[in-house]
């Protein structure tokens, strides 16, 4: 399939030197900030509703600031430094995968839009809410990254193969989701957008930033955590710090399964051997889950090597033993150059799905976006195509 590759104009790419970024300050800092200058603490509000629901990108727009006090911020090197999408991947089937500037360093991270989702959220209890109907779009999700590259080394996943080069602020985080927005023009509390937070990275490797990402996003962009999900390959202490999180603010929890036991799981994943399934599963025992919530378990099948009937099986005695309300997302591998594993075969696919159902396991196949431009899952890498 071909992919059609678009170039922004430089221009809109705004100065990105580190000064001093609002973006990503919460409202108590920017208080802060705004106290050097004499203002008052409400201020604060004024400044947070126009980066963050506004989604305005310079200091200079801020219409309810005088020009006196925005020129003094700026003369202090305030600036909004919101992250920028630098390059726009399109796919044939409506994908967008951005590679996305970030301010803490020069490195570019990847986010996607996938306008009609991709089946991840159907069954998790996020489903009956929102209208939609106001766009060629539905509803849409974004994948996010928390770091640039990952450390945990995944053998099936492209990005593993960057290594970790660093953790993306909160600001980063954030301010992929708000570029989306701003670039979809997508209204809060109308359209209906669910965000992944499965992108480039492990976010609990990189929990506090995440976390200060989703207090922004829910507190000052006006998102629902309910239409927020994080996937962990599986973390023991930061599911544990998660658990703990109140519910206003915290995402539903997705755990990368991707095997039917220790064995082979620490084969694909060899972050198992530190933390195995079971530690994975006692930890997410602790999570207090809202009404009609349910953890998912993603499952990406690997021909011959987690793909057969016996591992269904297996996966749904796992389920089981959970104790706690479990869907499996499925995901059939994503091919990628350099990692050695081969696409199951349609036919294991839907045996595997059907195998799960007849367990009693709700059970659901992710359909796979943007396969053309790398922005299918586990193929998140900095790819430029030629
Ligand atoms: S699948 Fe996720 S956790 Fe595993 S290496 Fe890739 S980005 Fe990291």
Not at 278 to 295: G, Q, Y
Request: glycine share 8%.
């Amino acid at each position: 399939m071909a992919s059609k590759y678009i170039q922004l104009d430089p221009s809109r790419i705004t100065d990105l030197a580190p000064r001093r970024p609002l973006f990503g300050l919460s409202r108590t800092e920017m208080a802060a900030c705004l106290a050097e200058e004499g203002e008052p603490a409400w201020r604060a509000g004024q400044l947070a509703d126009a980066i963050y629901r506004q989604r305005i990108e310079a200091l200079s727009q801020v219409s309810t600031f005088s020009r006196d006090l925005r020129d003094r911020m700026q003369a202090k090197g305030w600036d909004v430094c919101r992250p920028q999408i630098a390059q726009v991947f399109r796919s044939v089937d409506g994908t967008e995968r951005y590679l996305v500037q970030g301010v803490a360093g020069p490195e570019t991270v990847e986010t996607v839009w996938m306008p009609e989702g991709d089946e991840g959220e159907v069954g998790d209890g996020s489903e009956d809410e929102g209208s939609g109907e106001r766009r060629a779009w539905s509803r849409a999700t974004i994948c996010v990254s928390s770091q640039v590259g990952c450390a945990v080394n995944c053998q099936f996943c492209l990005t593993a193969k960057l290594g970790l080069q660093r953790n993306l602020t909160a600001g980063e985080i954030a301010g992929q989701v708000v570029a989306v927005l701003d670039r979809q023009k997508v209204e809060i509390g109308k359209d209906r957008l669910n965000l992944v937070f499965m992108g480039m990275g492990e976010p609990f490797l990189n929990y506090d930033a995440f976390l200060a990402a989703v207090r922004l996003l829910v507190e000052e962009a006006g998102l629902s955590p309910q239409r927020m999900t994080v996937s962990t390959s599986g973390i023991v202490p930061g599911i544990t710090r998660f658990a703990a999180e109140p519910a206003e603010i915290r995402p539903k929890l997705a755990i990368s399964l991707n095997a039917p036991d220790n064995a082979v799981r620490s084969e694909v994943m060899p972050i198992n051997r530190k933390w195995p399934i079971e530690a994975v599963v006692d930890a997410a025992r602790a999570i207090k889950l809202r009404p009609r919530e349910r953890i998912t378990f993603e499952y990406v099948l690997l021909a011959g090597v987690t793909d057969r009937p016996e591992h269904a099986r297996l996966v749904a005695r796992l389920v089981r033993r959970a104790g706690f309300p479990v869907k499996v997302n499925l995901i059939a591998w994503n091919p990628g150059p350099g990692v050695p594993y081969a696409m199951p075969d349609p036919m294991a696919v839907e045996r595997f799905r059907q195998t799960l159902a007849e367990e009693g396991v709700p059970v659901y196949l992710r359909r796979p976006r943007g396969r053309d431009i790398y922005a299918a899952c586990g193929q998140l890498k900095r790819t430029v195509e030629a």
